[in-house]
């Protein structure tokens, strides 16, 4: 009798593609399970400094986002920049510290805006930054799939055409608020933190 020899094979190869599926869980990155111990551990703190956090749910699945900067990490007009720590399914943490585009993710703490706006499909974090005398920029961030997308990114007038816009995304109260937190002093004495309760 005649046998095709890939039947042999089978056995084998699933055994193959099972090692594999479990060597690819073992080597990857363990979830952060704190993370403001691990924002702070990453960071050279100024005495002065406070810790800057705001928490949200743009995608409305329970997994909130945690954003953490400081009150001196800034860029200008630009706002904060922002580190972001994505739940994942395991209740661990993922860090997002820029776009998919390799854009930082920034924001002002007193200018930004959480909920729906026109020709996107789902919640966003919206900022602006003022430019020349009657324009500035509009961006908006979605988070998906553990990354940082940039959905909208434009220029606007606020006090011309856009004005209406701009009044009802940015003039309002946030849905979610961004709060001040004392950093603890360890974490003031050293150039990083290696807290693990924090």
Known sequence: ?????????????????IFLVFAIECMAE????????DFLSH???????????LETDLNHDGKKQIFLSLTYDTNAAEGNMWIVYLLKKDGTYI??????????IEFRRDCY????????????????????EETGS????????????????????PFGADKKLFDKLFRGTPKAAVVDLDIPKQCKRHATCLLTGV
């Open 1 to 17: 009798m005649c046998s095709h020899p890939a039947g042999k094979a089978r056995v084998p190869v699933i055994a193959i593609i």
């Open 30 to 37: 363990p979830g952060i399970v704190n993370p403001i111990s």
């Open 43 to 53: 960071r050279s703190i100024p005495v002065e400094d406070k810790l800057l956090k």
């Open 95 to 104: 860090r997002v510290d820029q776009t998919d585009s390799g854009d930082a």
């Open 113 to 132: 805006y959480i909920g729906k706006i026109p020709g996107v499909h789902g919640d966003v974090l919206a900022g602006y930054a003022h430019g020349g």
């Open 138 to 157: 509009f961006f908006a961030y979605q988070f998906k799939n553990n990354a940082a997308q940039i959905v909208v990114g434009k220029e606007i007038h």
